[in-house]
Each structure stands twice: as structure tokens, then as C-alpha cells.
């Protein structure tokens, strides 16, 4: 198993490009998440999805988009990307049960995204 | 989901236990507390969580509190490849994590 795969790996961007993170996981879970890492801070969430076909917002969601294409793969689209968006960009999986499962989530080796 | 804090960083000596402190005083009846660790800027990697109880596993143990109101991960014979940040989620009946700024762990020789 390849667990959870992002591409690319590093990424720059002219303030205004647009670009799409890509996302995949091969483990059957049904939620998948979206996180940007800023220097020295934790996670935040961004986006995330419960099941196939639903998203919802994160603490951060403005400035971007998200896709749940199918089970396996949920992408995260910067429309115009501003200096801002400068980050690093996690995304992960985790399977659904009783708050007292261990529903760990397992994170891609993330996106390094620089915004010029 | 209630706050944690979390001291900023800590050392330990290899092969010495890392106890890694954790406070979470508005913690609610039906919250886990969940530990993840971050080495070198990989992907967070979960590490143990519990409610009540003490647990342990292969990685390491998470004490908690007859109240709750705080917790503590120990890494019993810690190695240099256990420098990371370790962060401290309570959670509820939600898949969302809220990360705080977590512990940075330096073990040294």
C-alpha cells in the first residue's frame, strides 16, 4: 500500500496562477482532509470530506476549492494564488467509526507551495 | 473541541523517558485525547489517544489524570529519532483535529 500520495511535491507560483494539489489514498477510508502548515505553526484544517460527494470548510477555507473526485482522491484548488498561500500543504485520510475507534488520520508527505 | 497547551519544547537524553506534559482543563465528558508527533516536517504520525484510562502501546504510554484536566506522554526509552514536534488534540465525536503549536522534543546523545 502506498497510503496516502500528494503531487507535486514543490510547486512555485506567480501571485494569480492557479493550480490543482492532488491527493489519493489507497487505504478505503471514507473521510479525507485537507491541512496548510505555516513556519513554526501547527496544522490547519482546510477543507474536508466525510464521504464521496461531500465537503465541508475548515478553519481557513477562503482562497480555495476542493474536489472529492471519487472514494480514493480529494484535490484542493488554489483559483488565484496570492503570496499569502505560501505553505505547506498536508493532505490525510482516516476511517469513520465510534469517537472511541482509533480513527487515526495517515498524512501524504505533503506540497511545498511557494507564491511569488 | 477543548484548547490544549503545551510547553513549548523540552530535551531529554537518549535512552532517558521523554514525559511530554499536556493541559486540557475544559476537556468534556465525551473527549479523547489524541497524540500525534511531526518529524522534520513529514506528515504527522499518530502516536496513542485515550479517555479515561492509562494506555500504552508499542510507541508509548499516555497517563491521564483521574480528572481529566491534563495528561502526559512518555516515550520510555527515548532515542534521537524521537526529535519531532508532538502535539496534544482533544477530540470529540468529530473527524476534525485542531492542531495546536505542540512540544518540540530535542533528545540528544
Known amino acids: 500500500n502506498a497510503g496516502v500520495t500528494q503531487t507535486p511535491k514543490f510547486q512555485v507560483l506567480k501571485t494569480g496562477q492557479s493550480m490543482t494539489l492532488q491527493c489519493a489514498q489507497d487505504m478505503n477510508h471514507n473521510s479525507m482532509y485537507w491541512y496548510r502548515q505555516d513556519p513554526g505553526m501547527g496544522l490547519r484544517l482546510i477543507y474536508y470530506?466525510?464521504?464521496?460527494?461531500?465537503?465541508d470548510k475548515g478553519e481557513v477555507p477562503n482562497g480555495y476549492n476542493v474536489s472529492r473526485l471519487n472514494k480514493r482522491e480529494f484535490s484542493l484548488r488554489l483559483e488565484s494564488a496570492a503570496p499569502s498561500q505560501t505553505s505547506v500543504y498536508f493532505c490525510?485520510?482516516?476511517?469513520?467509526?465510534?469517537?472511541?475507534?482509533?480513527?487515526?488520520?495517515?498524512f501524504g508527505p505533503g506540497t511545498r507551495l511557494t507564491v511569488t | 473541541d477543548a484548547k490544549t497547551t503545551q510547553p513549548t519544547s523540552m530535551d531529554c537524553a537518549e535512552g532517558r523517558a521523554a514525559n511530554l506534559p499536556c493541559n486540557h482543563s475544559?476537556?468534556?465528558?465525551?473527549?479523547?485525547v489524541y497524540w500525534y508527533r511531526q518529524i522534520h516536517s513529514q506528515g504527522p504520525q499518530y502516536i496513542i489517544h485515550?479517555?479515561?484510562n492509562n494506555e500504552t502501546n508499542e510507541m508509548a504510554s499516555l497517563i491521564i489524570t483521574e480528572d481529566r484536566k491534563s495528561s502526559t506522554l512518555i516515550l520510555p526509552h527515548a532515542t534521537l529519532r524521537d526529535t519531532a514536534v508532538y502535539y496534544c488534540?482533544?477530540?470529540?465525536?468529530?473527524?476534525?483535529?485542531?492542531f495546536g503549536t505542540g512540544t518540540r522534543l530535542q533528545v540528544f546523545p
Open positions: 485515550g479517555l479515561k
Open positions: 490525510a485520510s482516516s476511517d469513520q467509526g465510534s469517537p472511541g475507534r482509533r480513527r487515526e488520520q495517515y
Open positions: 470530506s466525510a464521504s464521496e460527494g461531500t465537503t
Open positions: 475544559t476537556i468534556s465528558g465525551n473527549e479523547y
Open positions: 488534540i482533544v477530540r470529540g465525536n468529530t473527524d476534525k483535529l485542531i
